[in-house]
């Protein structure tokens, strides 16, 4: 094949590559992720929390809990669980802990969860991770305050994708917990599709099999969602994180399940995210909304 041939729909293979680095897109991603990290020092600073509570043995497997800010005697309050994204190498609960207050400050518990990166482990023992510290949030809810019956989820970026296969899991079979235990979740500029993403540049560096690609690729296995879904990305995205949730969202709705999808007008990859953390936003919006329907 030539060096301008297609290797995936209409993409060459240095279009598909740039489809899926940011840094093509998204000029200003080291000034943004340097304030992910600065306001989120200062949420820390400011709000009451419990720091890296172990939900498992290894010594990634903790999370920070932002019980809601409420009076003493209140009645259980739900719960929001964020996944951090990062592109599996990158980051930890510690860069998107600002996004705690839209949530404490409307009734709601915030937990960050933490896990192992890549080349530290692989995709799916990630996803393992924060299959295990979910089922540990239900059965701990009460204990910060939480309701484990109304446990909701989002993630940014590879955070997206390793929510979005958590919402496959079998809760049941696997971890003994209720089936419906995730309530509704909100991802935020996710893959949802390996395939493409493996034929890109990022095959560098992430090992897959072929029967792990499509275990581990959500859109392949839209009967599976187990909560109502809302979906997000930046107007400024790459063109592969604006046509994964398309497609997600169309395969989804011929599988009847409820879903549905919002761009973000005059942002982009990493900025989409700076909006969780600010209640006025349409983000923030959003996940208030699916926690608090009323």
Same mark, same amino acid.
């Given at each position: 094949?030539?060096? *301008? !041939?297609? %290797?995936?729909?209409?993409?060459?293979?240095? =279009?598909?590559?740039?489809?899926? #680095?940011?840094?093509?897109?998204?000029?200003?991603? /080291?000034?943004?992720?340097?304030?992910?990290?600065?306001?989120?020092?200062? +949420?820390?600073?400011?709000?009451?929390?419990?720091?890296?509570? &172990?939900?498992?043995? *290894?010594?990634?497997?903790?999370?920070?809990?932002?019980?809601?800010?409420? *009076?003493?005697?209140?009645?259980?309050?739900?719960?929001? %669980?964020?996944?951090?994204?990062?592109?599996?190498?990158?980051?930890?609960?510690? =860069? /998107?802990?600002?996004?705690?207050?839209?949530?404490?400050?409307?009734?709601?518990?915030?937990?960050?969860?933490?896990?192992?990166?890549?080349?530290?482990?692989?995709?799916?023992?990630?996803? #393992?991770?924060?299959?295990?510290?979910?089922?540990? %949030?239900?059965?701990?809810?009460?204990?910060?305050?939480?309701? &484990?019956? $109304?446990?909701?989820?989002?993630?940014?970026?590879?955070?997206?994708?390793?929510?979005? +296969?958590?919402?496959?899991?079998?809760?049941?079979?696997?971890?003994?917990?209720?089936?419906?235990?995730?309530?509704?979740?909100?991802?935020?500029?996710?893959?949802?599709?390996?395939?493409?993403?493996?034929?890109?540049?990022?095959?560098?560096?992430?090992?897959?099999?072929?029967?792990?690609?499509?275990?581990?690729?959500?859109?392949?296995?839209?009967?599976?969602?187990?909560? &109502?879904?809302?979906?997000?990305? !930046?107007?400024?995205?790459? @063109?592969?994180?604006?046509?994964? @949730?398309?497609?997600?969202?169309?395969?989804?709705?011929?599988?009847?399940?409820?879903? $549905?999808?919002?761009?973000?007008?005059?942002?982009?990859?990493?900025?989409?995210?700076?909006?969780? !953390?600010?209640?006025?936003? =349409?983000?923030?919006?959003?996940?208030?909304?699916?926690?608090?329907?009323?």
């Amino acid at each position: 094949m030539g060096a *301008g !041939g297609k %290797v995936y729909l209409d993409y060459t293979q240095a =279009e598909l590559d740039a489809a899926y #680095d940011q840094r093509v897109y998204a000029p200003n991603r /080291e000034e943004i992720v340097a304030w992910y990290g600065a306001e989120s020092a200062k +949420v820390r600073a400011r709000v009451p929390h419990q720091r890296s509570v &172990p939900y498992g043995e *290894g010594e990634d497997e903790t999370l920070d809990i932002f019980p809601a800010q409420k *009076g003493p005697g209140s009645n259980l309050t739900p719960v929001h %669980v964020h996944i951090h994204g990062g592109r599996w190498t990158l980051f930890t609960k510690d =860069e /998107e802990s600002f996004i705690a207050p839209v949530f404490t400050n409307a009734g709601a518990a915030c937990v960050v969860i933490d896990f192992s990166n890549i080349p530290k482990v692989r995709i799916p023992q990630m996803v #393992d991770q924060v299959r295990r510290a979910i089922a540990w %949030v239900y059965r701990n809810a009460a204990s910060f305050g939480g309701d &484990p019956q $109304r446990i909701h989820l989002s993630g940014h970026s590879s955070g997206s994708h390793l929510a979005g +296969v958590a919402l496959l899991t079998d809760w049941e079979k696997d971890f003994g917990v209720p089936a419906d235990v995730i309530k509704s979740a909100l991802l935020i500029s996710g893959m949802y599709d390996l395939r493409p993403v493996m034929l890109s540049a990022r095959s560098s560096y992430v090992k897959l099999s072929e029967a792990e690609v499509l275990e581990l690729s959500a859109i392949l296995q839209p009967e599976k969602l187990g909560a &109502p879904l809302t979906m997000v990305y !930046g107007e400024k995205e790459t @063109p592969e994180f604006k046509r994964q @949730p398309k497609a997600f969202l169309e395969a989804l709705e011929s599988a009847g399940k409820t879903a $549905r999808l919002v761009e973000i007008s005059g942002v982009n990859h990493f900025e989409v995210l700076q909006q969780l !953390g600010d209640p006025a936003s =349409e983000v923030a919006r959003l996940a208030l909304q699916s926690i608090f329907p009323d």
